[in-house]
């Protein structure tokens, strides 16, 4: 699922959320065995589909919003869903536009998300059952308890791949150091790090559909990924072979690989852009960015201004402390740290690899 239709299915998620008084409205709903459709949106692209109904302009609540769900039409809400704009209306979407459903309701719902840009509210009167649209994308809210348990299980699975994500990011930081790395090494890196990011995805739509329930899961989760996205980052911009694209550009080529497809290992390389002479088993220079990172307290600005004087992350710990120097706004004090700092990270990798 694209990164931008998440983020639009997320925010409709959002309001419908529990604890959110839409919620409580469409639960009262549920529980008085009526059907419903909700548009939440009540500008002119919406009022072009409505036809008859009645202008209401009334501050929204739970109790309202049952009461005028037992008439036939659609409810129109603000954007916001703060205030009710229009009961008992009868909507005219295009009927060329495609829809699966069968039902009237759900098929008026499906054919209007996928014309306007508003989330469409559907509450099925027999199953029970409440459906948000937004755009081609469907989504059925499911019961909390269920819910819950989707989101742990999903929970423990993140924690599982976020070890493997640390054990493969360490053991690529120790063959940095011994100048050893492969196109194979940096493409295991790149692969568990998506996997850690699709599947910390999929929590976070548990996570925005839980609403206030999902509070610890939310702490879980944000401690589990740390700087899940700055690494990801750093790995790009040290082995990305045409520094002139940018690092966001080869990130989101890597989204767009299919699950299936993020296995194969020559898939994933492309997203580096690596000439078609380099095999897996190929030899790596990072530039530096990614152990320069660990150093404390050096500025993002700086590490750009050693990684441009030397090219290359064997330079930059080869060099003297007069070569740092003469860095832009390195100094001497910045020097001697970031000497300090890579000799220790290369001790430690060196000591964690063959002890």
């Known amino acids: 699922m694209a990164p931008r239709r998440v983020g639009t299915l997320h925010l409709a998620l959002a309001v419908v959320a529990p604890g959110r008084p839409l919620r409580e409205g469409l639960d009262r709903i549920v529980k008085a065995k009526m059907g419903a459709l909700v548009v939440v949106g009540d500008g002119p692209e919406v009022l072009s589909i409505c036809s008859g ?21 659609a409810i129109i809400l603000a954007a916001d869903a703060s205030r ?12 060329n536009v495609p829809t699966s459903e069968t039902g009237t309701r759900h098929r008026t719902a499906e054919r209007v998300a996928r014309s ?16 948000v649209y937004v755009g081609g994308m469907k989504h059925i809210l499911e019961e909390i308890p269920r819910l819950l348990n989707r989101a742990n299980q999903a929970l423990q699975t993140l924690e599982r ?41 999929e929590l976070e739509t548990y996570i925005i559909e839980l609403g206030v329930d999902a509070r610890l899961i939310r702490l879980q989760l944000d401690e589990i990924l740390g700087d899940l996205e700055d690494d990801r980052w750093l790995v790009i911009q040290d082995y990305l072979f045409d520094p002139d694209i940018p690092v966001d550009d080869a990130l989101e080529e890597l989204a767009t690989i299919e699950t299936d497809d993020l296995l194969d290992v020559r ?27 660990k150093v404390p307290r050096l500025p993002e600005g700086i590490i750009d201004h050693v990684v441009d004087r030397f090219g290359s992350l064997q330079k930059i710990m080869r060099a003297t402390l007069h070569d740092l120097e003469d860095v832009q706004g390195v100094g001497e004090v910045r020097a001697r740290a ?8 290369a001790e430690s990798s060196i000591l964690d690899r063959y002890s």
């Open 338 to 345: 970031i000497k300090d700092g890579l000799s220790r990270l």
């Open 53 to 73: 109904g009645f202008l209401l302009d009334a501050a929204y609540s739970p109790q309202r919003l049952s009461e005028l769900a037992k008439m036939d039409g």
């Open 267 to 293: 898939e994933v390389a492309r997203v580096l852009r690596l000439p078609g002479h380099m095999d897996l088993e190929s030899n790596l220079q990072p530039r530096g960015y990614r152990l320069l990172a």
């Open 116 to 131: 306007i840009d508003v989330p469409v509210i559907s509450v099925s009167e027999d199953m029970g059952v409440i459906a």
């Open 161 to 201: 791949y976020k070890i493997r994500l640390d054990d493969g990011s360490a053991e690529l930081s120790q063959l940095e150091v011994e100048d050893v790395v492969s196109v194979r090494d940096v493409v295991a890196v790149l692969q568990r790090g998506e996997m850690v990011r699709r599947i910390a995805e």
């Open 84 to 95: 009710i704009a229009r009961a008992n209306v009868h909507l005219v979407p295009n009927p």
